[in-house]
T-cell receptor, first 113, second 112 residues
């Protein structure tokens, strides 16, 4: 069975500081990887995705993530956060021979002025 | 705007009742997914349909059922509602299996 682990349930960070949200997955086969963001009272919005190719993926709002196959990780980073980045962030995995997404439990990012 | 629409936005009903949530996928998307999001359970995958056929099942209770119609919209039916069914229900669609999913704004169900 697949699983996705987001180790940090809450991450407070000061405005303009860098941030890293961690995501690890368990799979022995190839996967597609995604990060979603959920703003308060809204649905999930795709931030970025890794399907193949370059392991460094750039997304919207200045976020990027790096796929590390040996460590089965897909950590999300932003060099300088804004107040508007305060939201819940979900990592998701899809085994590319299957049809079910596995979501992590989410990381609540709070940007402090 | 993801292009996925869900109705209604809010629903308040009593225990024991039955409700139907509706989802229209993005134009051209054949896959529809249903999720339940609650504070204690997080985001839980319920069920997926692809072009009218059930494709995958997750943590969906027997009291819940879904279907996808020929025009590709989908409905999630929740019956014999319990207080614990209060949650946000999201629909998502994707063009193909494994591709990124686009989420609707959700339906907030409150069971009293």
């Amino acid at each position: 069975a697949q699983s996705v682990t987001q180790l940090d349930s809450q991450v407070p960070v000061f405005e303009e500081a860098p941030v890293e949200l961690r995501c690890n997955y368990s799979s022995s086969v190839s996967v597609y990887l995604f990060w979603y963001v959920q703003y308060p009272n809204q649905g999930l919005q795709l931030l970025l995705k890794y399907l193949s190719g370059s392991t460094l993926v750039k997304g919207i709002n200045g976020f990027e993530a790096e796929f590390n196959k040996s460590q089965t990780s897909f950590h999300l980073r932003k060099p300088s956060v804004h107040i508007s980045d305060t939201a819940e962030y979900f990592c998701a995995v899809n085994v590319n021979t299957g049809n079910q997404f596995y979501f992590g439990t989410g990381t609540s990012l709070t940007v402090i002025p | 705007d993801s292009g996925v629409t869900q109705t209604p936005k809010h629903l308040i009903t009593a225990t024991g009742q039955r409700v139907t949530l509706r989802c229209s996928p993005r134009s051209g998307d054949l896959s529809v997914y249903w999720y339940q999001q609650s504070l204690d359970q997080g985001l839980q995958f319920l069920i997926q349909y692809y072009n009218g056929e059930e494709r995958a099942k997750g943590n969906i209770l027997e009291r819940f059922s879904a279907q996808q119609f020929p025009d590709l919209h989908s409905e999630l039916n929740l019956s014999s509602l319990e207080l614990g069914d209060s949650a946000l229900y999201f629909c998502a669609s994707s063009a193909r299996d494994g591709y990124e999913q686009y989420f609707g704004p959700g339906t907030r169900l409150t069971v009293t």
